[in-house]
């Protein structure tokens, strides 16, 4: 008996024409039916799918897609990407939130650091800071820079592959990458350091309420770059207000001969150094005050989020940031030394709450409110990483040095894989580090000045190169940016070599490996499979040799050989049996059942059912040079938990077929119907 | 008379989406069910089933359109999506088959020789519908 054939049967389609007849021949009319409803739409020829393909039908697909969309958001179309973009006032707390909020730590990581040589070093804390907006004012500059060159964003990533090649472009990204890693894990226990000043009781949980605002964060970033924006536009320009509340009043106090007392913590460090205050050590406290540039590059690397024109955007946003951070740093180093406010030995108060206490006195509604704005912004601070490691996440997996789901949008169009990712990987860091921030902060600003180098040489080589108008002075402001960068990437490597440095060392070309290796796997994979030459013939296939197996005489097995039967005529069915009376039960069965498909029965006496049959496709697979396609029945229960009770030996022959080449596995899946069911369909 | 089943037909002009609020005002009291359909108009040299591209995107669109404006105006419709020689007949045919109560079907506001202008599809439905028809006239201009 051969399969029934259908006469030139139609291709499928989405839209089916249905005739009507109308009352007069000529009235007669063609309804255009979708027997997919509303999921399909046409659109200039082609169909797209709707919202509607994703409505759920089963009561927990409802309330999950429920759930998701209480906490993502609606689903976003691809055209809608233009409104997801943000203006300068948006796009300030979130790229530029990281450099920002390093104003609320950078003073006292300068000062912690020339304490051990005694109170008296702390008089230099003042020239650090004046250094280090001298470098920031530098990286503003040539930033701004590498935002005109490159307005499609990349920042230092691209800038370094196209102008110092592949191995220099990786290892900016690499650096990149762990940079954003460690701001969010820097800028989330900060935040519960300076939750921790003013609510001691924290200081004990600081570990897992990190993690928890870590989770929170992921769950904002989920739902798009604009809603987290406007989410945290709020909390920065309320740290911007209290600080400048705060630096303004400090120096009204100061320059009406006011001085505060300095308010003291538990531990302040001693008034006699550990230590003698050596050019290292300053060299050491400037490594560690430099951390108020990380986040600086977050604004060039992000220029396609700002809305049209994107250069001239970034820039206002890249100098405003410059400008905020620069103003609060200076006047915060500035009250601080200038009260002689010590920190402490501890880290159980930050340097910010008690210079706000010295300032306006103890449980003061401002110095609540100055606490309160600080550690919401060092929370908000890890979301520069949230924006900018998804985003070079994205880039990286274009040029396919990441896997792809980092390039795969979410529903609401943000880089999901990455944003996941990157909460995982500073959650375990935070974890690892037990959420200390003087821990954390010496594997800081390694990576951002290596990239910072890597992309203003770069820069350099470029204008060069290129040496279009202006190019003279693009060169000078990028070779001084170069060299600066590239003095404090040495001096932080080396001063915090030993306090953790090293490790960031180590990683990076780790990383830049595996980048490299997927990268030359994505070019194999590429190589063995793209079809350049369209002309090629679709080549003709010999009929398959079908092997069906059986384990019994069911619904099933019956639905898999017609289909068998289908596909080819040379269609062979086999079946396992652990006992010599069940073979022969078998082989009656189907003698009396007897389709006109031939059995071969394999009796396994060590009871194991998928090696024989593997063993049998391989013999089968050698005595005939057809290709080989197995057939398998697959019992699909109505409910998940079902599939426990069942033993799934189709579903371990599948995984055992999958590497196995020229084998094709086509899977019969029987859905259970009861027996009211059955009877309804006959 | 509260309708069960109206048929709206929407012929992609500026006066569609006043009809499909219309339609959705007169259906929710009685929970009546709201059809929308577009016809296109076929031309006798080509076959009746024949598969015009810039068409069917437009009528889709149409549809899709009056979905949208009516669950904005808080109703599910259904949309129907016809080609015809005639949409007067196909709409009549439809209302006929649906057992539609009513039929609205909208005029934009045209003048021919000073005169208010009614379009052939209008005359006909208004002429051969088998159940009540709804004339919905576009608002005239300021």
């Known amino acids: 008996m051969t399969p029934p054939e259908d006469k030139d049967p139609e291709p499928p389609s989405l839209e089916k024409r249905q005739w009507q007849a109308g009352r007069k021949p000529g009235d007669r009319s063609v309804r255009i039916v979708r027997p997919g409803g ?22 927990l697909g409802k309330a999950w897609s429920k759930v998701t969309r209480l906490l993502v958001g609606r689903r976003l179309t691809t055209e809608s990407e233009g409104e997801e973009r943000v203006s300068v006032a948006t796009g300030l707390p979130i790229l530029a939130s990281d450099n920002i909020s390093s104003s609320a730590y950078a003073t006292e990581e300068a000062m912690r650091v020339l304490a051990i040589a005694g109170v008296a070093a702390l008089s230099l804390t003042m020239p650090i800071a004046i250094a280090v907006v001298a470098v920031l004012a530098i990286v503003v500059l040539s930033e701004s820079r590498v935002i005109r060159a490159y307005p499609n964003g990349g920042g230092s990533y691209l800038v370094a592959r196209e ?166 740093f200076l006047g915060l180093t500035f009250l601080a030394t200038t009260i002689g406010v010590r920190p402490d030995q501890h880290e159980a108060e930050t340097v910010n709450s008690l210079l706000t206490r ?90 951002v000045f290596l990239a910072f180098t890597l992309s203003q040489s770069g820069l350099v080589r470029r204008w060069w190169r290129l040496r279009d108008r202006g190019w003279q002075l693009s060169m000078v402001l990028n ?52 079809l350049e ?42 079946h396992i049996s652990t006992t010599d009376e069940s073979a022969k039960e078998f082989e009656r069965r189907w003698a009396r059942w007897s389709p006109d498909v031939k059995v071969d029965v394999i009796l396994s006496p060590y009871r194991s059912l998928v090696v024989p049959l593997l063993k049998y496709i391989d013999a089968i697979d050698k005595s005939d040079d057809r290709p080989i396609t197995v057939v398998i029945a697959e019992f699909v229960p109505r409910h998940w938990w079902e599939w426990l009770l069942h033993s799934q030996t189709a579903t371990r022959l599948k995984a055992a077929l999958l590497f196995r080449p020229n084998t094709i596995v086509i899977d019969v899946p029987y859905h259970f119907e009861d027996t009211a069911d059955l009877a309804r369909r006959r | 008379m509260q309708p069960k089943r109206i048929l709206v037909a929407v012929a ?67 949309t129907e999506l016809l080609q015809a020689r005639e949409a007067a007949a196909a709409i009549i045919d439809t209302a006929r088959e649906r057992a539609a109560d009513l039929v609205i079907i909208g005029m934009p506001y045209r003048t021919r020789l000073g005169r208010v202008h009614v379009g052939r599809t209008v005359q006909n439905v208004y002429v051969g519908a088998p159940c009540a028809v709804l004339a919905y006239r576009q608002e005239a201009p300021q």
């Open chain 1, 38 to 59: 509303d999921q399909f739409r046409r659109d200039a020829g082609h169909y797209v799918a709707t919202d509607a393909v994703f409505t759920e039908k089963g009561p």
């Open chain 1, 533 to 574: 030459d369209l002309s090629v013939p679709i080549p003709e296939m010999r009929p398959p040799v079908v092997i069906v197996p059986v384990a019994r005489i069911d619904r099933a097995a019956l639905q898999a050989v017609a289909f068998a039967r289908s596909i080819s005529k040379s269609v062979k069915a086999v």
């Open chain 1, 358 to 447: 010295s300032i306006v006195g103890d449980g003061s509604p401002f110095y609540y409110f100055v606490q309160i704005a600080t550690a919401i912004i060092l929370l908000l601070a890890a979301n520069t990483g949230f924006t900018g490691f998804p985003r070079l996440a994205s880039v990286l997996s274009n040029d396919r040095f990441m896997p792809r789901h980092f390039a795969d949008m979410g529903s609401r169009l943000a880089f999901n894989t990455g944003i996941v990712a990157l909460a995982a990987v500073a959650g375990l860091v935070l974890t690892a580090f037990g959420g200390s921030v003087t821990a954390l902060v010496p594997l800081y600003t390694i990576g």
């Open chain 1, 163 to 328: 102008n110092h090649g592949t191995i220099a472009g990786l290892v900016a990204a690499a650096a990149l990458l762990i940079d954003y890693v460690l701001t969010v894990a820097v800028s989330t226990a900060a935040g519960v350091a300076a939750i921790a000043s003013f609510v001691p009781e924290v200081h004990d949980v600081r570990v897992p309420l990190a993690l928890a605002l870590i989770a929170l964060l992921t769950l904002g970033n989920l739902r798009g770059v604009r809603e987290a924006g406007l989410l945290f536009a709020a909390p920065t320009y309320a740290y911007m207000a209290a600080m400048f509340g705060l630096i303004g009043f400090g120096i009204f106090r100061i320059a009406t001969g006011d001085i505060p007392a300095p308010a003291h913590s538990e531990s302040p460090f001693p008034d006699a150094g550990a230590q003698a205050l050596t050019t290292l050590l300053i060299l050491r406290a400037f490594a560690s005050g430099s951390v108020g540039l990380t986040g600086s590059e977050a604004v060039a690397n992000g220029v396609p989020s700002f809305r049209k024109p994107e250069p001239r955007n970034a820039i206002i946003t890249l100098v405003l940031m410059g400008t905020i951070f620069s103003t609060i």
């Open chain 2, 12 to 78: 992609g002009t500026s006066v569609d989406p006043d009809v499909i609020r219309h339609a959705v005002t007169l259906a929710k009291p009685g929970k009546a069910e709201v059809i929308a359909v577009h016809v296109i108009e076929v031309r006798w040299n080509m076959p009746l089933d024949a598969v015009l591209e810039p068409e069917l995107d437009h009528g889709e669109e149409l549809l899709a359109n009056a979905a949208k404006v009516a669950e904005q105006a808080g109703l599910r419709i259904e």
């Open chain 1, 479 to 530: 070779s001084v940016g170069a060299i600066v960068t590239g003095v404090v990437l040495v001096v932080v490597a080396y001063t915090k070599f030993e306090h953790g440095a090293w490790m960031v060392i180590v990683v990076l070309p780790f990383i830049v490996g595996i980048l490299y290796a997927t990268h030359v796997h994505y070019r194999d994979v590429h190589d063995a499979l793209v």
